[in-house]
């Protein structure tokens, strides 16, 4: 009666057995379109939840795993939204994470460190953020951006000043690749630095580097050949009190705001990067102008051109660092979640922080007298995202 290209047939919903074929045909029609080349893979390994629950952790790292719970919930819970909303750096628990060893976790201990693997590091990173967003970034930064390059590139002279007392957490370090207009690309530094005598002079402006303001050095990339692209970038070591360095006003930032974040302005110097140090207090960014620093060539970190590679090798373990703060912070979420919504009174009444036009209620994020109300559900030990983040090899 109503022909197939309107009308009431149209709006008919199509049996099983009618719509199968028409979802064949389209199987086959996204088949023939693949690109060249482009074949689905199954994931290495299977995400079983099993794989790699805490009961499958090594003796070692279960300890690690509880010391790390501990400190989190004694020294970060009780102060993490207080040290935020005052952008104040988390200098106690910082204290108490260098005494556990937490800041050079992967650092042989002839340097200073803990001596133990990546799943260790991944391991303390996500407990630390559970408890605290920042210290999870503080953590991060100063054991895969500082200590990590330093220890695997740097020289023993290098090691004993510029990463023992930082694996120690006697100091902190901050990495300065990121720049206004390059962003993250580590083959793209328009931070020169060029020879003077028997040392380097910076000059350049980098930006969002995480512990800026409190690092006491920072790893900083720059340009020493334009003509070899990313081969004629190199690494320099800067510490922050080298003269010519100062700090701009902060900026305040939406979240992890007792982690500092800094920009830096460097004019002919030798410590461009050390404008990175702005730092993350409780993230808050700021500007560093360097004007004249110079940086000897001894605080050339690895090869000169070797910039490139160090800084894509040190991009891949701190990869495994922001895994780990993400699952961290997940995790601290759905508990929190989980308990608001237990919050609520009775099966169909509505807690007073649900009342109002402006409150939950108004959002409907929850409606206890809806059937077949699922409340959120922990991030369970064993989740298939500890998998994702421990086997991330």
């Known amino acids: 009666m109503f022909g197939s290209t309107g009308g009431p047939a149209a709006n008919i919903p199509l049996t099983q057995s009618q719509l199968e074929p028409q979802q064949h045909a389209a199987m086959r029609a996204t088949r023939r379109h693949r690109p060249p080349g482009l074949r689905l893979r199954p994931p290495r390994r299977p995400l ?114 510029f990463l023992a007392p930082y694996a120690r957490g006697e100091r902190l370090g901050c990495f300065a690749l990121s720049e206004p207009g390059n962003g993250s690309d580590a083959g793209a530094a328009s931070t020169t630095a060029r020879r003077e005598g028997d040392g380097w002079v910076l000059d350049g402006t980098k930006a969002w580097i995480t512990n800026a303001h409190e690092a006491d050095c920072a790893l900083v990339m720059a340009t020493t050949d334009r003509a070899l692209r990313h081969r004629g970038i190199s690494c320099f070591i800067v510490p922050t009190d080298t003269p010519g360095l100062s700090l701009g006003p902060k900026e305040d930032k939406l979240g992890i705001r007792a982690s500092s974040t800094s920009e830096v302005i460097r004019h002919d110097i030798a410590a461009i990067w050390v404008a990175f140090f702005s730092r993350c207090q409780r993230c808050r960014c700021r500007q560093v102008i360097l004007d004249g620093c110079r ?41 929190l979640l989980a308990a608001l919504a237990f919050s609520v009174s009775g099966l169909g009444r509505h807690a007073p922080w649900c009342a109002g036009a402006g409150g939950l209620r108004g959002c409907g994020v929850l409606r206890p007298a809806a059937p077949g109300l699922r409340l959120p559900h922990r991030l369970a030990p064993g989740h298939p995202a500890q998998a994702l983040v421990r086997n991330s090899d």
């Open 48 to 161: 079983s939840s099993s794989t790699t629950s805490a009961s499958l952790l090594g003796e070692e790292h279960r300890l690690l795993q509880q010391t790390c719970r501990d400190f989190a919930d004694a020294e970060l819970v009780p102060v993490a939204a207080e040290l935020d909303r005052e952008h104040r750096y988390p200098a106690d628990a910082m204290r108490v994470a260098a005494e556990l060893g937490l800041m050079g976790v992967t650092v042989p201990p002839e340097h200073g460190g803990s001596g133990l693997d990546y799943l260790a590091y991944a391991i303390a990173v996500e407990e630390v953020s559970r408890g605290c967003a920042s210290a999870g970034v503080i953590v991060s930064v100063n054991n895969s951006l500082y200590c990590g390059p330093v220890a695997r590139f740097g020289s023993e002279e290098q090691k004993r000043q």
């Open 295 to 335: 940086v000897p060539g001894s605080q050339l970190l690895g090869a000169e051109g070797g910039g490139f590679k160090l800084a894509m090798s040190t991009l891949d373990a701190g990869r495994i660092g922001i895994a780990a703060q993400a699952l961290g912070i997940v995790r601290s979420n759905s508990h």
